[in-house]
């Protein structure tokens, strides 16, 4: 099984709604990344999570809050999201990086995000 | 600190004609360089990746990519496209975990997007 899964694929929320985007994978992957990408815009990483533990915050604001209860799950928990939070939300996984190799990062198909 | 360049926003191509979409990068370090594919609505896909070795790497799709030290580039090529390439397709560049961040960190381009005219 070579598939990152996101749930849901599209998600519409009202600015003071408390929602979660969740991201599975079951590659044995140790590292998992939650990525924003606005329209006609590159993504944007935001987290990393490395082993269970967040390894990465990109200077992302507190209304998103990521969680990884397990090595196959990333949840990305939102709360008093803005109009401009809108956005497609990407996650990716990857194997823990070793010493002198790479570790191709296996992309799910996002999950389309709109806060009226 | 990386980044990546790519000066076209938009390429139209007719069916069956060779394309190239440019791609330029800055490293302080030695890179890995990418190609992704996003179909509308989707997640990215790997296309092709540069880690060492040989300059000219092969990838999905019939797509290929040299990689030139001297000009810091990483254009993308095929032949011959297809309807079904039309696409958004993103170069990116990672340090390979040499910064602190321990983990990949990808920095993508800006994106060009590729249309096929039948």
Same mark, same amino acid.
């Given at each position: 099984?070579?598939? *990152?899964?996101?749930?849901?694929?599209?998600? *519409?929320?009202?600015?003071?709604?408390?929602?979660?985007?969740?991201?599975?994978?079951?590659?044995? /992957?140790?590292?998992?990344?939650?990525?924003?990408?606005?329209?006609?815009?590159?993504?944007?990483?935001?987290? *990393?999570?490395?082993?269970?533990?967040?390894?990465?915050?990109?200077?992302?604001?507190?209304?998103?809050?990521?969680?990884?209860?397990?090595?196959?799950?990333?949840?990305?928990?939102? /709360?008093?999201?803005?109009?401009?939070?809108?956005?497609?939300?990407?996650?990716?996984?990857?194997?823990?990086?070793?010493?002198?190799?790479y570790n191709e990062q296996f992309f799910g198909p996002g999950t389309r995000l709109t806060v009226? | 600190?990386?980044?990546?360049?790519?000066?076209?926003?938009?390429?139209?191509?007719?069916?069956?004609?060779?394309?190239?979409? =440019?791609?330029? %990068?800055?490293?302080?370090?030695?890179?890995?360089?990418?190609?992704?594919?996003? %179909?509308?609505?989707?997640?990215?896909?790997?296309?092709?990746?540069?880690?060492?070795?040989?300059?000219?790497?092969?990838?999905? @799709?019939?797509?290929?990519?040299?990689? @030139?030290?001297?000009?810091?580039?990483?254009?993308? =090529?095929?032949?011959?496209?297809?309807?079904?390439?039309?696409?958004? %397709?993103?170069?990116?560049?990672?340090?390979?975990?040499?910064? @602190?961040?321990? @983990?990949?960190?990808?920095?993508?381009?800006?994106?060009?997007?590729?249309?096929?005219?039948?």
């Amino acid at each position: 099984d070579t598939e *990152v899964t996101q749930t849901p694929k599209h998600l *519409v929320m009202g600015m003071t709604n408390k929602k979660s985007l969740k991201c599975e994978q079951h590659m044995g /992957h140790r590292a998992m990344y939650w990525y924003k990408q606005k329209a006609k815009k590159p993504p944007e990483l935001m987290f *990393v999570y490395s082993y269970e533990k967040l390894s990465i915050n990109e200077s992302v604001p507190s209304r998103f809050s990521p969680e990884c209860p397990n090595s196959s799950l990333l949840n990305l928990h939102l /709360h008093a999201l803005q109009p401009e939070d809108s956005a497609l939300y990407l996650c990716a996984s990857s194997q823990e990086r070793a010493s002198g190799s790479y570790n191709e990062q296996f992309f799910g198909p996002g999950t389309r995000l709109t806060v009226l | 600190a990386q980044s990546v360049t790519q000066l076209d926003s938009q390429v139209p191509v007719f069916e069956e004609a060779p394309v190239e979409l =440019r791609c330029n %990068y800055s490293s302080s370090v030695s890179v890995y360089l990418f190609w992704y594919v996003q %179909y509308p609505n989707q997640g990215l896909q790997l296309l092709l990746k540069y880690l060492s070795g040989s300059t000219l790497v092969k990838g999905i @799709n019939g797509f290929e990519a040299e990689f @030139n030290k001297s000009q810091t580039s990483f254009h993308l =090529r095929k032949p011959s496209v297809h309807i079904s390439d039309t696409a958004e %397709y993103f170069c990116a560049v990672s340090d390979g975990g040499k910064s @602190n961040f321990g @983990n990949e960190k990808l920095t993508f381009g800006t994106g060009t997007r590729l249309t096929i005219i039948p």
